[in-house]
């Protein structure tokens, strides 16, 4: 490669969580309302959105995931908010010279219908990640009926994530 070249890198992220009850849903920072009164079980909050996104960036620069950084056993981020996580992560990827050209993403639940929320949940991301709210995509969709999502057992995500070297 070149000098002159561009350098960008792309990473992608996953994430589910199981629902139970006496749990907050949150996705992407927001707090939702599921008809049976269910939220997502995990060490921090559960924000599957944020920690798939999260994944996704730290992807991108081989620099692990997470867990790494934040690991479940460490009792200071029991209940922890998600998108504060996922800042952390955009000052790593900032301070190591790369900044975010784009991130798109797709949750995958049943239940609650995520279409009130997606802008407020873009909204949210956009201003963790410190990017214009035109390069963050957030999708939701249902699995059909089909395995842990489908059955209502969990909730998952998936990103991808674009960096380019400052």
Do not use: C
Not at 66 to 81: H, L, M, R, S, T
Not at 128 to 139: E, F
Not at 154 to 163: E, K, P, R
Request: proline share 5%; net charge negative; no cysteine.
């Amino acid at each position: 490669m070149n000098s002159g070249s561009r350098k960008i890198r792309i990473g992608n992220g996953y994430d589910i969580h199981r629902l139970v009850p006496g749990r907050k849903l949150i996705l992407g920072g927001v707090l939702l309302s599921h008809p049976d009164q269910l939220g997502l079980e995990g060490h921090s909050d559960a924000d599957v959105l944020s920690h798939a996104i999260t994944d996704a960036l730290l992807g991108a620069l081989s620099l692990g995931d997470i867990g790494k950084y934040f690991p479940p056993e460490d009792p200071q981020w029991k209940d922890v908010d998600s998108l504060y996580l996922l800042s952390q992560v955009v000052e790593l990827i900032n301070e190591a010279g790369w900044e975010i050209v784009n991130v798109d993403s797709v949750v995958i639940a049943e239940r609650p219908k995520l279409k009130p929320q997606i802008e407020t949940i873009r909204d949210n991301l956009a201003r963790k990640l410190r990017v214009d709210l035109d390069r963050v995509g957030v999708k939701a969709t249902t699995n059909e009926k089909l395995g842990p999502e489908g059955r209502e057992e969990g909730i998952s995500s998936y990103a991808v994530a674009l960096l380019e070297q400052l």
